[in-house]
């Protein structure tokens, strides 16, 4: 079984930075693509980032690109989520998970939580104003 550890969230005030990390179990982490979601009290689980299973190719939801950056060190089985600028409305748990797939791409669409198999626990992040 795969096991996805999450870590990094804190408390920042709007305009701030955060570095969450994920820390993979597993001896083929590079063969599948890797995601990050969140999710805030009430809503649903929303996509944030995703990257290939190499780390060449990343994907964005519109409301972070531009802010955030989605990376992976593959010798360390570590995927991280650099977050700058940080707004309100970024707060959430933030969760990574593991895609069904090599690449961000595939018969199913990398922005559905179905379209991922393992999942960490989550780490808070608020951003105050």
């Known amino acids: 079984q795969v096991q996805l550890v999450e870590s990094g969230g804190g408390l920042v005030q709007a305009g701030g930075s955060l570095r969450l990390s994920c820390a993979a179990s597993g001896r083929t982490f590079s063969n599948y693509a890797m995601g990050w979601f969140r999710q805030a009290p009430g809503k649903e689980r929303e996509f944030v980032a995703a990257?290939?299973?190499?780390?060449?190719?990343?994907v964005y939801v519109d409301s972070v690109k531009g802010r955030f950056t989605i990376s992976r060190d593959n010798a360390e089985n570590m995927l991280y989520l650099h977050m700058n600028s940080l707004k309100p409305e970024d707060t959430a748990v933030y969760y990574c998970?593991?895609?069904?797939?090599?690449?961000?791409?595939?018969?199913?669409?990398?922005?559905?939580?179905?379209?991922?198999?393992?999942w960490g626990q989550g780490t808070q992040v608020t951003v105050s104003s």
């Open positions: 998970a593991r895609r069904i797939t090599t690449m961000i791409y595939g018969s199913t669409w990398y922005g559905l939580p179905f379209s991922y198999d393992y």
């Open positions: 990257i290939s299973g190499s780390g060449g190719n990343t």
